[in-house]
């Protein structure tokens, strides 16, 4: 939501749009200095740049991904929006050091057509990051945004101990569902699930899931996450990750975000241990 868009918007605390932390203060006209992360007030002035990732790896990369997960480029037209593409490709942000984590979403033909971001992270949270792997266990929280940079879904990925779970919410801060972990061993699974209702399930198709199908309620694959070799460069100097995502038909809402909000988040909100657990 910008200034221009913001009719009948009411004054509430909204997914702050630049980015920076997890909610800001509309005041019905403008949005305002004032802001919350993890429950914690401050202020943050809107004039500052907005962090809107953008992605580092040419056309030619999304390309050869979408070969290696066997997607025929143009067999199935889109809609041009994030939540309309049968086919995205997530490529995480290359970094020596990671201190948070930010994807670019691409559409099949090359184009970004959104991103991740994570937000709400204190400085002592960066530094624990950076020295320790604790923060897998920590809270986490992310903003994906559209073309326009629009929050369009917050993910929530409360403190962990063993299983995850990912609240998914609106652009406004409504919730959606939740992506809920069901087992500890084994091929990793999650269970879809609004109010107390399982509508699909993730499933890891390994002990490691790297690759996953996603089914609606009746046990049909309506989409494939498949991760794909980042490149030698990237490989050995950090550890981006590159995923093809192929929704196989139009879903539904609220199935439709969840898959979304799936797709383009497994490996933050899903996979947080870098040594591939959950």
Do not use: C
Request: hydrophobic fraction near 40%; glycine fraction near 8%; proline fraction near 4%.
């Amino acid at each position: 939501m910008t200034d221009t868009e913001s009719g009948g918007h009411q004054p509430n605390w909204y997914p702050d749009p630049m980015g920076r932390h997890e909610y800001r203060w509309f005041d019905g006209s403008i949005w305002t200095d004032q802001v919350s992360s993890h429950g914690r007030p401050s202020v943050d002035p809107v004039q500052a740049a907005a962090n809107v990732p953008v992605r580092d790896v040419k056309p030619e990369k999304i390309a050869q991904d979408l070969v290696k997960a066997g997607v025929v480029q143009g067999a199935a037209a889109g809609g041009g929006h994030l939540l309309n593409e049968p086919v995205l490709v997530v490529n995480q942000k290359a970094k020596l050091i990671e201190l948070s984590n930010e994807y670019a979403i691409s559409d099949q033909n090359g184009n970004q057509i959104g991103a991740v971001r994570q937000v709400g992270q204190s400085t002592a949270k960066k530094v624990m990051r950076l020295v320790t792997s604790y923060d897998q266990f920590m809270t986490h929280k992310l903003q994906v945004v559209d073309h326009n940079h629009q929050v369009i879904l917050q993910l929530t990925r409360p403190a962990k101990v063993v299983k995850s779970k990912v609240i998914v919410q609106d652009g406004t801060g409504a919730e959606i569902g939740q992506i809920v972990q069901e087992n500890v061993i084994g091929k990793i699974r999650f269970g879809l699930v609004v109010g107390e209702q399982r509508i699909g399930s993730i499933n890891g198709e390994n002990w490691r899931a790297w690759n996953w199908n996603i089914q609606d309620a009746t046990g049909t694959e309506i989409a494939r996450i498949t991760k794909t070799f980042s490149g030698l460069t990237r490989a050995v100097f950090t550890q981006a990750d590159n995923y093809v995502v192929q929704i196989h038909r139009p879903l539904a809402e609220p199935l439709r975000s969840l898959v979304v909000a799936t797709a383009v988040s497994v490996d933050t909100a899903l996979k947080q241990d870098a040594r591939g657990f959950n």
